[in-house]
């Protein structure tokens, strides 16, 4: 049946925007209107006219509105197929009336999860009769309409007024696959909500992750590829899916993947100094802290100038017009921050193409939630990496001990090692990065390549000698052989931090002996792939 009179309307919504307009819009083509509870006063309260479920089931409302459009009478007029004899002698024998129109949305189970109910008042917002008419309906969308978004009403409305009163196949069937999606993204909730929050399950059995869509972006990694961004449905923390954009082109995948390693990173720093993140390709190619966000973001780009051309910038501090300055001074992707002023803004209104990101409070790195990665017929899913070491937790492992700057040197490199791709190995000297090794096959390519980078550095910058001359460095696992290691003493490390474990520490801890470093070994490593 491609067109259908609408003759009559159930409405039941917890959300009441455009339900005024609406109600109006189906009064005006003669739709017989019936309606439960608050829905039911909202309307009559706008002067329409509107039957109580009760009276079309001939039962009231029971057990706290429990039971009140569980009933063949409600059911039945949604789930007939309206042209098959024996349905339609079913409907006339029991005095069931065909229902046209279902207008639901649920109640509002993961808005309660989030304001932080006790129990009892999560459990009483799992909605029953709602999703049992809405999956009534879509299934029917043959002969019936589902509404179960305030989006969707005027799109309804426009097509009631352009056909008379009647709805279109193409509208039912649009509607009906936004309504078993918002049926199974409300189970998924529930099913979460169950698993993580009332059983502390880590990984449950049937995992259900409700997202939807937020953005469709212009391509992938790639052109060729397509992409889109979503979002969790229920609660969830903060982070640069949510930023506000001020400005700029149109966010890519690329530059949502970066502008996230970005703010990770800089979110370790969020109770620390003014800091500045510099990412390209999701690995930071400069990190430094300073006495001023300006100072911080010189002592970044200088670790490599080069990378950071093009790249995407991530600061813990409101942008001020100075850093924005230079920040303007070289081309750059995006920016991310807690905010922004006057001035600042005024400064990249100028540069059309940046983008700006405002992301109000920066994450907390030690929250927890889970990671997923897709690989051939599966997802592999585990716990974030929000480890942390604490100083006390370190292990002196070589006859000297790190001096204090060597030790905060290398707490630096480790915090900013854990955030690039391994093998990493990050050299670190006064609150910045001298030079970053990422996504090597081996680690001894990894501190020579970092090496190299700072030495590069420093002939760019006109600098006597590279940041890695009495620098910490970090490695994200431990050292397999002396080699990286003796790579880094070459380099002008004087102090290492690593997790150890491995079946050579004896040998790594001698050679780092032999050559005077400092070395602690943290017990914990941040492979990151």
């Given at each position: 049946?491609?067109?259908?009179?609408?003759?009559?309307?159930?409405?039941?919504?917890?959300?009441?925007?455009?339900?005024?307009?609406?109600?109006?819009?189906?009064?005006?083509?003669?739709?017989?209107?019936?309606?439960?509870?608050?829905?039911?006063?909202?309307?009559?309260?706008?002067?329409?006219?509107?039957?109580?479920?009760?009276?079309?089931?001939?039962?009231?409302?029971?057990?706290?509105?429990?039971?009140?459009?569980?009933?063949?009478?409600?059911?039945?007029?949604?789930?007939?197929?309206?042209?098959?004899?024996?349905?339609?002698?079913?409907?006339?024998?029991?005095?069931?009336?065909?229902?046209?129109?279902?207008?639901?949305?649920?109640?509002?189970?993961?808005?309660?999860?989030?304001?932080?109910?006790?129990?009892?008042?999560?459990?009483?917002?799992?909605?029953?009769?709602?999703?049992?008419?809405?999956?009534?309906?879509?299934?029917?969308?043959?002969?019936?309409?589902?509404?179960?978004?305030?989006?969707?009403?005027?799109?309804?409305?426009?097509?009631?007024?352009?056909?008379?009163?009647?709805?279109?196949?193409?509208?039912?069937?649009?509607?009906?696959?936004?309504?078993?999606?918002?049926?199974?993204?409300?189970?998924?909730?529930?099913?979460?909500?169950?698993a993580f929050a009332d059983q502390s399950e880590a990984f449950p059995d049937s995992l259900s992750v409700p997202l939807r869509k937020a953005a469709g972006l212009r391509y992938g990694e790639n052109p060729h590829q397509s992409?889109?961004?979503?979002?969790?449905?229920?609660?969830?923390?903060?982070?640069?899916?949510?930023?506000?954009?001020?400005?700029?082109?149109?966010?890519?995948?690329?530059?949502?993947?970066?502008?996230?390693?970005?703010?990770?990173?800089?979110?370790?720093?969020?109770?620390?100094?003014?800091?500045?993140?510099?990412?390209?390709?999701?690995?930071?190619?400069?990190?430094?802290?300073?006495?001023?966000?300006?100072?911080?973001?010189?002592?970044?780009?200088?670790?490599?100038?080069?990378?950071?051309?093009?790249?995407?910038?991530?600061?813990?501090?409101?942008?001020?017009?100075?850093?924005?300055?230079?920040?303007?001074?070289?081309?750059?992707?995006?920016?991310?921050?807690?905010?922004?002023?006057?001035?600042?803004?005024?400064?990249?209104?100028?540069?059309?193409?940046?983008?700006?990101?405002?992301?109000?409070?920066?994450?907390?790195?030690?929250?927890?939630?889970?990671?997923?990665?897709?690989?051939?017929?599966?997802?592999?899913?585990?716990?974030?990496?929000?480890?942390?070491?604490?100083a006390d937790a370190l292990q002196v492992v070589t006859k000297r001990a790190p001096t204090e700057q060597e030790l905060a040197d290398c707490r630096f490199a480790w915090t900013v090692a854990k955030h690039v791709k391994s093998?990493?190995?990050?050299?670190?000297?006064?609150?910045?990065?001298?030079?970053?090794?990422?996504?090597?096959?081996?680690?001894?390519?990894?501190?020579?390549?970092?090496?190299?980078?700072?030495?590069?550095?420093?002939?760019?910058?006109?600098?006597?000698?590279?940041?890695?001359?009495?620098?910490?460095?970090?490695?994200?696992?431990?050292?397999?052989?002396?080699?990286?290691?003796?790579?880094?003493?070459?380099?002008?490390?004087?102090?290492?931090?690593?997790?150890?474990?491995?079946?050579?520490?004896?040998?790594?801890?001698?050679?780092?002996?032999?050559?005077?470093?400092?070395?602690?070994?943290?017990?914990?490593?941040?492979?990151?792939?």
């Amino acid at each position: 049946m491609t067109e259908v009179k609408i003759a009559r309307a159930l409405l039941s919504v917890s959300d009441k925007s455009g339900l005024v307009t609406l109600g109006q819009a189906l009064a005006r083509h003669g739709v017989e209107l019936v309606s439960t509870g608050g829905t039911a006063k909202t309307l009559r309260d706008a002067g329409l006219a509107v039957k109580d479920v009760s009276d079309l089931t001939g039962f009231p409302e029971m057990m706290d509105g429990r039971v009140k459009t569980l009933h063949p009478k409600v059911h039945g007029g949604l789930l007939a197929v309206r042209d098959d004899p024996e349905h339609a002698a079913a409907m006339a024998e029991h005095d069931i009336g065909a229902i046209d129109l279902v207008v639901v949305n649920l109640y509002p189970f993961a808005q309660t999860v989030a304001r932080g109910a006790g129990r009892d008042e999560v459990i009483e917002n799992i909605d029953i009769g709602g999703p049992s008419m809405v999956r009534s309906a879509a299934k029917n969308h043959a002969y019936v309409a589902i509404a179960t978004d305030p989006a969707d009403y005027p799109a309804l409305i426009e097509e009631l007024d352009a056909n008379g009163g009647k709805s279109t196949l193409a509208l039912r069937r649009r509607l009906a696959a936004k309504a078993f999606a918002a049926t199974a993204a409300y189970d998924a909730a529930i099913a979460s909500w169950f698993a993580f929050a009332d059983q502390s399950e880590a990984f449950p059995d049937s995992l259900s992750v409700p997202l939807r869509k937020a953005a469709g972006l212009r391509y992938g990694e790639n052109p060729h590829q397509s992409a889109a961004l979503y979002l969790p449905t229920g609660p969830s923390a903060r982070g640069i899916a949510q930023a506000e954009q001020v400005q700029g082109k149109e966010l890519s995948y690329n530059n949502y993947n970066d502008a996230d390693a970005a703010l990770e990173l800089v979110s370790e720093f969020r109770d620390g100094p003014p800091t500045v993140v510099i990412v390209k390709h999701a690995n930071p190619c400069g990190v430094a802290t300073g006495e001023t966000l300006i100072e911080a973001y010189e002592a970044a780009l200088a670790c490599d100038s080069v990378s950071a051309f093009g790249g995407i910038i991530a600061v813990n501090r409101p942008l001020d017009g100075k850093t924005a300055e230079a920040i303007s001074g070289i081309f750059t992707e995006v920016v991310a921050a807690p905010g922004a002023d006057e001035e600042a803004r005024a400064v990249f209104a100028r540069k059309k193409n940046l983008r700006l990101l405002l992301t109000g409070e920066l994450p907390d790195p030690a929250r927890p939630g889970l990671t997923f990665k897709t690989i051939a017929g599966g997802v592999l899913v585990q716990s974030r990496d929000n480890g942390q070491v604490a100083a006390d937790a370190l292990q002196v492992v070589t006859k000297r001990a790190p001096t204090e700057q060597e030790l905060a040197d290398c707490r630096f490199a480790w915090t900013v090692a854990k955030h690039v791709k391994s093998n990493a190995i990050v050299y670190a000297k006064g609150g910045a990065t001298a030079g970053i090794g990422a996504g090597q096959m081996n680690r001894l390519e990894s501190a020579r390549i970092a090496a190299w980078k700072a030495k590069d550095a420093a002939e760019k910058a006109g600098w006597d000698q590279p940041r890695t001359i009495g620098s910490a460095v970090a490695s994200d696992a431990f050292f397999p052989f002396a080699d990286g290691l003796l790579a880094a003493v070459e380099a002008g490390a004087t102090a290492v931090i690593q997790p150890g474990g491995s079946i050579r520490d004896a040998e790594v801890i001698a050679a780092a002996d032999e050559a005077g470093l400092a070395m602690v070994f943290t017990g914990m490593r941040h492979f990151r792939h």
